[in-house]
C-alpha cells in the first residue's frame, strides 16, 4: 500500500514537473523576456501605423517567422523584421533613433535585449529593425507590433504599430 502511495506520488510529481518545464521551454526567448504589461499592450493598440516627425510621414512593416532550415538546435524561435519606412521616399531623417520594438501575442510581450538597425539596402527610406532567439511561439500565431522610436530634434517619443502579424514559416 506504502509502494503504491509512493509510486503515485512520483507519477504525479513527474507529470507536473514535465508540463511546468514545457511550458517554460515553450514560452522563454534566447533574446529578451515575456513580459505582461498593460501599459504597453494599452500603447501598441492605440497607436497608428504611421506618424508624422518634423513634417515627415514614417510607417511600420513587419514580417514574422521561424526558419525551420536547416534545423541545428531546436527548438525553432521567432524572429522578426520590422521595417520603418518613411512615405515620401526621402532618407530616414537623422536624429530618428529606434528605442525598442515589442511583439504582443495576446497577453504577453516579447521585449528583445538585441536589435539590429540597419540601413535597408535596397532603400535609403527604410530602416530595418531585426531580433532573433524569439519565444517558440506557434506557426499560425497572430501578433501585434509596436515600434517606439524618438526624434532628438524635439525629444518627442513616437509610437507605431501593426496588428495581426502571422508568424509563417520559412524552409
Known amino acids: 500500500m506504502k509502494a503504491s502511495i509512493l509510486l503515485v506520488f512520483v507519477i504525479i510529481f513527474s507529470m507536473a514537473a514535465c508540463v511546468s518545464s514545457s511550458n517554460f521551454e515553450t514560452e522563454s526567448p534566447n533574446n529578451g ?14 497607436s497608428s501605423s504611421s506618424v508624422s516627425v518634423n513634417g515627415a510621414e514614417y510607417m ?39 528605442i525598442q520594438h515589442y511583439i504582443v501575442r495576446e497577453n504577453e510581450i516579447w521585449r528583445p ?23 517558440t511561439w ?19 517619443i513616437h509610437w507605431l504599430s501593426i496588428t495581426e502579424v502571422e508568424v509563417v514559416r520559412t524552409d
Open 33 to 46: 523576456e515575456i513580459i505582461l504589461d498593460k501599459e504597453i499592450v494599452s500603447q501598441i493598440n492605440s
Open 113 to 135: 535585449n538585441e536589435m539590429e538597425v540597419r540601413q535597408d539596402q535596397s532603400s535609403s527610406n527604410q530602416l530595418d529593425i531585426i531580433s532573433r532567439e524569439g519565444p
Open 138 to 156: 506557434e506557426i499560425g500565431s497572430k501578433v501585434n507590433i509596436g515600434l517606439k522610436i524618438k526624434d532628438h530634434r524635439t525629444g518627442n
Open 60 to 98: 511600420i512593416g513587419s514580417f514574422a517567422w521561424k526558419d525551420f532550415m536547416p534545423i541545428v538546435d531546436p527548438p525553432v524561435r521567432l524572429t522578426i523584421k520590422n521595417t520603418l519606412i518613411r512615405t515620401d521616399g526621402n532618407n530616414i531623417q537623422s536624429n530618428i533613433e529606434i
